[in-house]
């Protein structure tokens, strides 16, 4: 088995909620500080109990300096893993109630601290703005209008979470439709919960860029070869998959098989609070555990950057340094990319 450094294999980070990849050491002092339990984020064993316990995380974080502290460390964490482009998944409105101005205020203070964090740690950062799929479709058309108000200022891209049982995409179109309408990529999440015909929704109405997990499109094949063939990203969570039981097994998982079939694919960590796999250690079981070869895993690590919203810069000088990688395995940590350059895409 090869022993090139996966850390110093330049990577985008795709699929990670904000709220759910705070440092377990964060959450625990934040909630002795705040005098409230600390939810128990390592029994995770359903989507339902999942969807509970996030909420009450959210509830730790209730200042600016909340906030500016998770963004900050969830961007160091990005670097730690080589990460050289993070498009962190962010909802204002969880938050919003807590500050007088609201869910802007929110995105303001996490686009601050996205840009200073990432000058400090040297990877680029952009915002993907989620609406919640089971939330009245009002609420989705404020959100669509607040990340297309900040295209271009740091939001980068919209997506829709939660359950997709029995919340199809349908009634977004709209939403979405606004967001591609100001530049931002579109990237739902499906066929997670729900099968292959959520993909083809998310296809065929969202006019999606990138697909949030997308894993069970294994189970049609006229639907692989459309991603195939117009190279439409599924940001795969290995770990998450496995432990909410969207797949049996790692062994199991369907990510060889994607790749095989010409698919492109992200590697993510989705929500490492909860599931304790980070995006470093999503690449080193990806090779330790799939099996997968140092030119398949360059292959994940190349479609994260060019399915990504970083500059044209950044993506050409991260290929670059994944050509190096491939070839002596030797590229030093440092990265290609600096700064928050999102706007050359």
């Given at each position: 088995m090869s022993k090139r450094d996966l850390r110093s294999l330049p990577k985008a980070h795709?699929?990670?909620?904000?709220?759910?990849?705070?440092?377990?050491?964060?959450?625990?002092?934040?909630?002795?500080?705040?005098?409230?339990?600390?939810?128990?984020?390592?029994?995770?064993?359903?989507?339902?109990?999942?969807?509970?316990?996030?909420?009450?995380?959210?509830?730790?974080?209730?200042?600016?300096?909340?906030?500016r502290r998770l963004v900050?460390?969830?961007?160091?964490?990005?670097?730690?893993?080589?990460?050289?482009?993070?498009?962190?998944?962010?909802?204002?409105?969880?938050?919003?109630?807590?500050?007088?101005?609201?869910?802007?205020?929110?995105?303001?203070?996490?686009?601050?601290?996205?840009?200073?964090?990432?000058?400090?740690?040297?990877?680029?950062?952009?915002?993907?703005?989620?609406?919640?799929?089971?939330?009245?479709?009002?609420?989705?058309?404020?959100?669509?209008?607040?990340?297309?108000?900040?295209?271009?200022?740091?939001?980068?891209?919209?997506?829709?979470?939660?359950?997709?049982?029995?919340?199809?995409?349908?009634?977004?179109?709209?939403?979405?439709?606004?967001?591609?309408?100001?530049?931002?990529?579109?990237c739902p999440h499906a066929g997670e919960l729900d099968g292959p015909r959520s993909v083809w929704s998310a296809l065929d109405l969202l006019g999606a860029d990138r697909i949030q997990h997308g894993i069970r499109a294994i189970e049609d094949p006229l639907l692989v070869n459309r991603l195939a063939s117009e190279s439409i990203c599924l940001d795969v969570c290995p770990t998450s998959n496995v432990l909410l039981k969207v797949v049996s097994s790692m062994a199991e998982h369907p990510l060889p098989f994607l790749l095989d079939a010409g698919v492109p694919c992200s590697l993510n960590a989705d929500d490492p609070l909860f599931f304790g796999a980070t995006l470093l250690d999503e690449y080193e079981i990806s090779r330790e555990v799939l099996g997968l070869s140092d030119e398949q895993v360059a292959r994940i690590a190349k479609a994260s950057i060019e399915s990504s919203a970083a500059s044209k810069y950044t993506k050409a000088a991260a290929c670059e340094g994944i050509t190096a990688w491939l070839s002596d395995g030797s590229l030093k940590q440092g990265g290609p990319a600096r700064g928050n350059d999102h706007t050359d895409r």
């Open positions: 795709l699929h990670l909620h904000l709220e759910g990849a705070m440092r377990q050491s964060t959450l625990i002092e934040r909630a002795a500080y705040y005098g409230v339990p600390c939810p128990p984020v390592d029994v995770i064993s359903s989507f339902t109990e999942f969807s509970q316990i996030y909420n009450v995380v959210c509830a730790v974080l209730r200042t600016d300096e909340d906030l900050r460390e969830v961007v160091e964490d990005a670097a730690i893993a080589g990460a050289i482009w993070l498009e962190a998944a962010v909802r204002p409105r969880l938050h919003g109630a807590k500050f007088g101005g609201g869910d802007r205020e929110v995105l303001e203070i996490l686009l601050d601290e996205a840009r200073s964090a990432g000058e400090e740690f040297g990877v680029g950062v952009g915002l993907l703005m989620t609406v919640d799929r089971t939330q009245p479709l009002e609420v989705a058309w404020d959100e669509a209008a607040l990340a297309a108000a900040y295209s271009g200022k740091g939001v980068v891209s919209f997506g829709l979470a939660n359950d997709e049982e029995g919340h199809p995409p349908d009634p977004f179109i709209g939403p979405f439709d606004m967001a591609r309408g100001a530049g931002l990529l579109s």
